[in-house]
């Protein structure tokens, strides 16, 4: 089925393939710069909501999961050490803050905008009030030019307007600070894999980008992409297991079912390929 649509990204108008049905939803393919984008988005109160959820069921109160989640920080705050060894840090949907407890430890001045009040609550009493957000970007106050670095990680795909979100990260960045933008590569291997064998889409995911959409979206943004690299995640047999559930794979849940069973194996952490790209962006 194709439909006259203009893409949200780099304003195309034409013809577009719907490559999916999700939910009430349909999944776009822009022919011009192949991003993949749903209509109707779901909204910012749907998206809080299943947000809230998620936090309380899947991700903060499992010692195992923010473990891992906060070794494959620990490794993104390294490679941003490369740039600046220390200074205001922003971290943009910080969840309960995982990355903002590594970066304190690593010593930098920590601040997060989180959309869950759930999450958001967790985050504020860890680092003050103050220090965090609930909320969006576009709602936060926080002082112009003021951070050396703004981390966006595994959120820029939620978010209605991308474009908007990196314009406003960009105001909130220091002349000589950093952006580091983590997001699936939807042209990658990992993601073709994925998207082989999985059965359903996620209808929190707005947006399906590759390393060119990034570009024209930072290029909007008055941004650009100084480096990029794949991105490998600290996980365990069961973590992957839980994930993919998400997506209903049923032949991979079979692969990763029958090493869970394994107890030696089930508790290994181990670092894999995971289809994400980490973009680190400096103002133009
Ligand atoms: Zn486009």
Do not use: W
């Not at 947000?51 to 490794?75: A, C, M, P, R, V």
């Not at 930098?108 to 009040?117: A, D």
């Not at 983590?182 to 359903?200: C, E, G, L, N």
């Not at 559930?245 to 029958?258: E, H, Q, R, S």
Request: net charge positive; with cysteine; glycine share 6%.
């Amino acid at each position: 089925m194709t439909h006259e649509q203009q893409c949200p990204i780099c304003s195309f108008k034409g013809i577009m393939k719907n490559i999916a049905v999700v939910g009430n939803s349909n999944l776009f393919l822009c022919p011009a710069c192949l991003v993949e984008f749903l209509l109707p988005q779901i909204t910012l109160d749907e998206t809080r909501k299943m947000y809230n959820e998620y936090y309380k069921d899947f991700e903060i109160n499992n010692s195992q999961i923010s473990n891992l989640k906060k070794q494959t920080f620990l490794q993104y705050i390294r490679c941003l050490k490369k740039y600046k060894s220390g200074g205001n840090i922003l971290d943009i949907g910080t969840c309960s803050g995982f990355l903002l407890e590594v970066a304190m430890n690593e010593g930098f001045n920590v601040f997060g905008i989180e959309l869950s009040e759930y999450a958001g609550k967790i985050a504020e009493n860890k680092f003050g009030s103050d220090k965090i957000h609930t909320g969006t970007i576009q709602t936060a106050n926080f002082e112009k030019t003021y951070f050396d670095l703004i981390t966006i990680c595994d959120v820029l795909e939620h978010v209605q307007n991308p474009v908007e979100t990196l314009k406003l990260a960009c105001k909130l960045l220091k002349k000589d600070g950093y952006i580091m933008v983590v997001t699936p590569d939807y042209r990658s291997i990992v993601s073709y894999v994925v998207r082989a064998t999985r059965q359903k889409y996620k209808f929190e995911h707005l947006y399906y980008f590759n390393i060119k959409t990034i570009e024209i979206i930072c290029e909007l943004a008055g941004l650009k992409v100084i480096d990029r690299k794949a991105v490998r995640k600290t996980a365990t047999v069961n973590y992957i297991l839980a994930y993919l559930k998400g997506y209903g794979m049923v032949p991979l849940n079979y692969i990763f079912a029958l090493l869970n069973l394994i107890p030696f194996i089930k508790r290994i952490d181990f670092e894999m390929p995971s289809g994400s790209v980490m973009y680190i962006l400096k103002k133009v």
